[in-house]
C-alpha cells in the first residue's frame, strides 16, 4: 500500500473519530454547563489530549531506540509549531465553542465543514497541490450535501456565533497548510503534542486571565470522566489527523474527513433517538465522502 493510500485511510478513521467526537462533546458541555463556560471546558479538555498525546510521543520516540525525545526538528521549526499551538490549538477552540453557544447547531455545522473549501484554495495556491475532476465532484457534493443538511444556503443567518465559527474554521485550515509543510520533517505526534500542549498553555493563561476556572469548586465525578473522556478522543482525533496528513494530500484528507457527519447523524438517531436530518444532505455527503476517498486513493502522489 502506498503511503498516500495510507494516509487517505488514515482521514477516513480520522472522520469517525470526528462523528463520535461531536456526538459524545455535546453530552460534556451539556455537563459542564452547569459549572463552567465553553473556555473552561475546552481548555480542560485540551490540556488531557495534550497530556495523552505527550506520552504517546515520548513512548513513540523510545521505541524507535532512541533514550530520549529528539528535539532537533521541534529546534528548526519551533516558529511554524508555535504557529500551529496559536492558530491549531488556542484561538480557533474559543471562537468555536463560544460560537456554538450561540449559533444554530446546523448553521454552524455547515459553516465548519465548509473547511474542506478553504483547505482546497490554500493547498492548491500554497502547496501546489493536485487536484482533478473527482476532487472537484467530492468538494461539491461535500458542500452541497452539508447545505442541505442545514436547510439551505439561504436559511443560514450570520450572527456574532457564525462569524466566530466561521474565523475558527480559517484559522484551521492554514494550520492545515503550516501543519503539512511542517510534517515533512517532524514526526506527526510531535506536531500534535505541539499543537495540544502550546495552545493549551495558552488557553490556561486565557481561562485565568477572565476568571474561568472560579467555579471548579462543584466539580464532581462525572464532570472529571466526562473531560477525560472527551480529551481521550480528541487525543484520538488529532494524532490520527496529522499522520493522515503527512502521508496524504491536504485536499484529500479534509474531504474524507466531511464524512464524519454521517457517524454523528446515526449515533443521534441511535442513542438519543433524534430523527435523522434530511436524507438528501445525508446521501450527498456519503456520497461526496467515497468520492473524495477514491481521488485520494487514485490520485497523483505527492512528494513527501
Known amino acids: 500500500m502506498q503511503r498516500r493510500q495510507t494516509g487517505v485511510l488514515l482521514a477516513a478513521v480520522t472522520g469517525v473519530i470526528s462523528g463520535i467526537a461531536i456526538f459524545v462533546n455535546g453530552y460534556g458541555v451539556r ?9 473552561t471546558y475546552t481548555t480542560l479538555k485540551n490540556t488531557v489530549a495534550a497530556l495523552i498525546l505527550a506520552i504517546a510521543a515520548t513512548a513513540a520516540a523510545r521505541r524507535g531506540g532512541g533514550e530520549r525525545v529528539d528535539r532537533s526538528p521541534v529546534k528548526e521549526h519551533w516558529i511554524g509549531l508555535s504557529l500551529i499551538a496559536v492558530i491549531g490549538g488556542s ?24 473547511l474542506v473549501v478553504w483547505v482546497t484554495v490554500l493547498a492548491v495556491s500554497f502547496l501546489r497541490e493536485r487536484i482533478g475532476f473527482l476532487h472537484v465532484a467530492a468538494i461539491v457534493l461535500l458542500v452541497w450535501g452539508q447545505a442541505a443538511l442545514a436547510g439551505g444556503v439561504a436559511a443560514i443567518e450570520f450572527g456574532a456565533g457564525e462569524w466566530m465559527i466561521l474565523g475558527a474554521t480559517v484559522l484551521w485550515s492554514i494550520e492545515t497548510v503550516v501543519a503539512k509543510r511542517i510534517l515533512d520533517s517532524v514526526p506527526s505526534l510531535t506536531v500534535g503534542v505541539a499543537r495540544m500542549a502550546g495552545g493549551g498553555v495558552l488557553l490556561i493563561l486565557y481561562g485565568l486571565g477572565r476568571g474561568a ?19 481521550l478522543i480528541l487525543s484520538g482525533y488529532v494524532a490520527t489527523w496529522f499522520a493522515a496528513l503527512a502521508r496524504a494530500q491536504a485536499v484529500d484528507v479534509t474531504a474524507v474527513l466531511v464524512g464524519g457527519a454521517i457517524i454523528t447523524a446515526l449515533l443521534e438517531l441511535g442513542i438519543r433517538d433524534i430523527a435523522l436530518p434530511p436524507v438528501l444532505g445525508l446521501v450527498l ?17 505527492v512528494a513527501q
Open 91 to 114: 484561538i480557533p477552540f474559543l471562537l468555536f465553542f463560544e460560537g456554538l453557544a450561540r449559533a444554530a447547531s446546523m448553521d454552524a455545522a455547515f459553516i465548519h465543514k465548509t
Open 31 to 39: 455537563a459542564w454547563a452547569e459549572i463552567a463556560n465553553p473556555t
Open 285 to 301: 455527503v456519503a456520497i461526496g465522502a467515497v468520492v473524495a476517498l477514491v481521488a485520494g486513493w487514485r490520485g497523483p502522489a
Open 213 to 231: 476556572f472560579s467555579g471548579l469548586t462543584g466539580v464532581t465525578t462525572e464532570h472529571i470522566l466526562w473531560i477525560l473522556l472527551t480529551g
